[in-house]
């Protein structure tokens, strides 16, 4: 009776590790944020989030590039049918103009998803490739540059968001114009070391080092001294 016992209880343990061996498996047909950044493909599709950010934000109509050379055309006869461009145009708009509301929301989109891969590109394995790293990384950091500029040509003071927010932290204050310009001169620093010239076939149009010595450039124009 006592080695059947001993047997029952053996193979109870074996069945509780085993099941519970099998329940903490990694999803196997699924991406997840622990298994996601495996590869520096998977890092160079985070990458094209980045890039893709600057296209239609909700609400708006245009992409958020259209918007920055917009402005000179924003004039009550240039903007009489754009409805919600109309009033900011005649100098009427409130708070609740969806292209202020929209605006915001597509900028800090392309910021959050640049925070998202340099708050994770330190895990993906680039087998020593250390150029190809620091180039994806001051691409990163030139779009997010790039977000801040406008946010703080738009709105002046605005959230310095610089890493994943929980919900707890997702209530933030806004920061001082000029300690956003000295967080994104720093960033853009560490582009310009490391962003190639030129590229070639399907990676033109990607940042390049003249790019962001321009957006350099733009950022120490707005500084006060």
């Not at 196997?28 to 599709?45: E, F, G, K, Q, R």
């Not at 691409?139 to 919900?167: H, K």
């Amino acid at each position: 009776m006592k080695k059947r016992l001993l047997i029952f209880i053996a193979v109870v343990s074996v069945l509780l590790v085993s099941c519970e061996d099998f329940l903490d498996r990694q999803p196997m047909d699924t991406l997840s944020p622990s298994n996601y950044w495996s590869t520096p493909d998977n890092a160079l599709s985070v990458l094209v989030g980045c890039y893709d950010a600057l296209q239609q934000p909700k609400n708006t109509g245009y992409a958020l590039y259209d918007l920055w050379g917009a402005r000179d055309v924003f004039t009550p006869i240039g903007m009489s049918r754009q409805a919600d461009f109309n009033v900011i145009a005649e100098g009427s708009a409130d708070p609740n103009n969806s292209i202020f509301s929209g605006t915001w929301r597509g900028l800090y989109k392309g910021v959050v998803r640049c925070n998202d891969l340099l708050n994770n590109i330190h895990q993906v394995n680039f087998s020593g490739d250390t150029a190809t790293q620091n180039q994806i990384i001051g691409e990163a950091y030139f779009l997010r540059a790039l977000y801040y500029y406008a946010l703080v040509d738009y709105y002046g003071d605005v959230p310095l968001i610089l890493n994943i927010q929980s919900v707890e932290e997702s209530v933030v204050p806004r920061n001082p114009k000029e300690e956003v310009i000295d967080s994104m001169l720093n960033n853009l620093s560490f582009a310009i070391e490391n962003l190639p010239d030129s590229y070639t076939g399907a990676n033109i149009g990607r940042a390049t080092k003249g790019a962001a010595l321009s957006l350099d450039v733009k950022y120490r124009m707005m500084q006060k001294d």
